[in-house]
């Protein structure tokens, strides 16, 4: 029940288009979803996140749709950019303080 | 500008031989936390403080300690350095608005 599964494991996408990262969660005490964009050799970098009192939230290209009663939450980045490549990481948390991650997604931007 | 510091970027250790990392933040946030990564894959979460308290997952090695001395500082020792423990080791910090911040990362190499 602690999980958050995150698809897909890798994703491939060519200069322009729309890139699409879903993670789905079981505990309904969650209440706080936060992206993470990570470069090889750096730590993890917040990218943006959503708490669950909205259905989404856009930040620049980024955007968090959220689907409280599914319980899925995905990251949509428009007109992806080589320098996009990176994995990113879902992550839940609920006022415990410890955050659940997702697996990761590796992403390639083609140029 | 605020932020979590990590020293030493890169260490290298002999087997066995103990080693210390340490992280600082100037954000002020009561919560501080010691991931372990490794290539490719989430963090995983080896501990973590909400001020003084100190709260460790139950599959971290006791290989691994940690102290806090302050708000400020943490620090996380690794008494007898195996090979699998090679890894990225990332502090973090969240505050009140649960939004956790990453610093940099110390890439350990044990030989």
């Known amino acids: 029940q602690q999980q958050v599964k995150q698809s897909p494991q890798s994703l491939i996408v060519q200069k322009g288009g729309i890139s699409i990262i879903n993670c789905a969660y079981e505990?309904?005490?969650?209440?706080?979803f936060p992206w993470y964009q990570q470069f090889p050799g750096k730590g993890p970098a917040l990218l943006i996140a959503i708490r669950p009192d909205v259905s989404e939230k856009k930040e620049g290209r980024f955007t968090i749709s959220f689907n409280k009663s599914a319980k899925q939450f995905s990251l949509h980045i428009m007109d992806s950019q080589p320098g996009d490549s990176a994995t990113y990481f879902c992550?839940?948390?609920?006022?415990?303080?410890?955050?659940?991650f997702g697996t990761g997604t590796r992403l390639k931007v083609l140029a | 500008d605020a932020m979590v510091i990590q020293n030493p970027r890169y260490q290298v250790t002999q087997f066995g031989k103990p080693v210390t990392l340490s992280c600082s933040q100037t954000l002020n946030h009561n919560v501080m936390y010691w991931y372990q990564q490794k290539s490719s894959q989430a963090p995983k979460l080896l501990f973590h403080y909400y001020d003084k308290d100190f709260n460790n997952e139950a599959d971290t090695p006791d290989n691994f300690q940690s102290r806090r001395p302050n708000t400020s500082f943490c620090f996380l020792d690794i008494r007898s350095p195996g090979l699998g423990d090679a890894a990225m080791y990332l502090c973090?910090?969240?505050?009140?608005?649960?939004?956790?911040?990453f610093g940099p990362g110390t890439r350990l190499t044990v030989l």
């Open positions: 992550a839940a948390t609920s006022g415990t303080y410890k955050y659940i």
């Open positions: 505990n309904t005490a969650f209440d706080y």
């Open positions: 973090a910090t969240s505050g009140a608005r649960n939004e956790q911040f």
